[in-house]
């Protein structure tokens, strides 16, 4: 009798901080609410570590319109007493620490997915690793590393002007877009530079100093004077990144490295740079720009190999340009091909249980918003594969 009290009464704590959790990160919590939140974020580095987990990988931001639409007292007592009959049932659960137990309540609540439990015994543990791991679309995601050093979390950070550095002003709008503002031509000596770099599983898009526009994928970065000069607009890029540059006098210059420059005055262009990929693809949409000594015109693409041999070849660009109008869509391309840029945008691991399957070719056209449950079901149905999902790591294997 006295486990069972005890039991009840740590489930009690558990779903009681946890509700004060999801109250602090949407904006709700009392100043006393927040004082006992704070007192147990303090009593052990465990409960921080999950706190701060919490919020950098399930984003809140995004997620506080949903949580805004619940009566969420009343969801918190349907919690409690769903609860309260498994211990009346004598139903218990592993017991670990707390942070398991109220990452497993948060996130479910958050997301607006209710639990249940059945004869079996279910552990919150077991519950909160899926959770946590589990494989989800990218979305807005990104980190800006301004001319000192200092980073600004975009995708959590407020909107409004972040920063100012020199006669710019770096303004994060309210459907998160970033724009550099009120900038002008530099003459001074020292450059101030920025990076904006984003995750896998990350998107973002920011309007340069110049007015010109940058979407970068994920897994990508872009780094850029916050003045241009009066001779060049320059910038660095890796990964992928599509441009719409405004058109002027001064050339704007995409690098990346040491391994290619594309020159341009004025166009729509998308390039491919990833380190895993064998060439480095510049897709011409509209206007003109220069790679190497070639000149692509609209509707071309450059392939750049390892030793510097440029191909060029008539391509339909929305192959490689859909992504930033949020599809996947792809034409008989290799089944490896089409799993490298998935894995950069759901953050999964891929294993082939057999090399041959790589080589399979698939054509589609999805949004990147489906889960990865309906993007492979759809693939399987298509040939004869099968894809097991184990946390963030997909198997790819023969159908027997």
């Known amino acids: 009798m006295k486990d069972t009290l005890k039991r009840m009464k740590n489930y009690k704590k558990d779903i009681e901080i946890a509700r004060l959790i999801s109250r602090e990160l949407s904006g709700n919590a009392s100043p006393d609410e927040l004082q006992v939140l704070k007192h147990w974020l303090d009593e052990a580095p465990g409960n921080k570590t999950i706190y ?166 994920a897994a990508s970065s872009i780094k850029f004077p916050v003045e241009f000069t009066r001779k060049e607009r320059r910038v660095e890029i890796t990964g992928e990144v599509y441009f719409e540059v405004e058109k002027g006098k001064v050339p704007f210059i995409v690098t990346i490295g040491n391994k290619s420059e594309v020159k341009v005055l004025g166009t729509h262009f998308n390039v491919n740079a990833y380190a895993d990929e064998s060439t480095i693809r510049t897709t011409l949409v509209e206007g003109s720009v220069q790679v190497g000594q070639v000149i692509l015109k609209p509707g071309q693409q450059s392939e750049l190999n390892a030793e510097g041999r440029i191909m060029v070849k008539e391509v339909n660009t929305s192959l490689y340009t859909g992504w930033i109008d949020n599809r996947f869509i792809f034409k008989d391309a290799p089944l490896e091909e089409i799993m490298k840029n998935m894995a950069r945008w759901y953050d999964f691991e891929v294993i082939y249980t057999d090399a041959s399957v790589k080589e399979l070719c698939f054509t589609g056209n999805m949004p990147r918003e489906a889960s990865v449950e309906e993007v492979f079901t759809l693939l399987e149905k298509t040939k004869r594969i099968k894809f097991q999902i184990t946390h963030k790591t997909i198997t790819i294997m023969k159908e027997p």
Do not use: C, H
């Open 52 to 217: 701060d987990t919490l919020k950098s990988q399930n984003q809140w931001e995004n997620r506080k319109k949903v949580l805004a639409e619940y009566d969420q007292e009343t969801e918190w007592e349907k919690i409690e007493r769903q609860i309260d009959k498994q211990i009346d049932k004598r139903i218990y659960f592993k017991r670990s620490l707390f942070r398991y137990a109220a990452a497993a309540v948060v996130i479910l609540m958050i997301s607006g997915t209710w639990f249940y439990y059945d004869r079996q015994q279910i552990s919150l543990e077991q519950t909160a690793e899926l959770q946590i791991n589990k494989i989800v679309p990218g979305g807005n995601k990104a980190i800006l590393t301004l001319a000192d050093g200092s980073k600004i979390v975009l995708d959590s950070a407020r909107t409004g002007t972040l920063a100012t550095q020199g006669g710019s002003e770096i303004i994060k709008q309210d459907d998160g877009k970033l724009v550099y503002a009120n900038s002008s031509p530099y003459e001074g000596a020292q450059v101030r530079m920025n990076t904006i770099e984003t995750p896998r599983g990350g998107e973002y898009f920011v309007e340069l100093p110049d007015g010109s526009k940058a979407w970068l994928n």
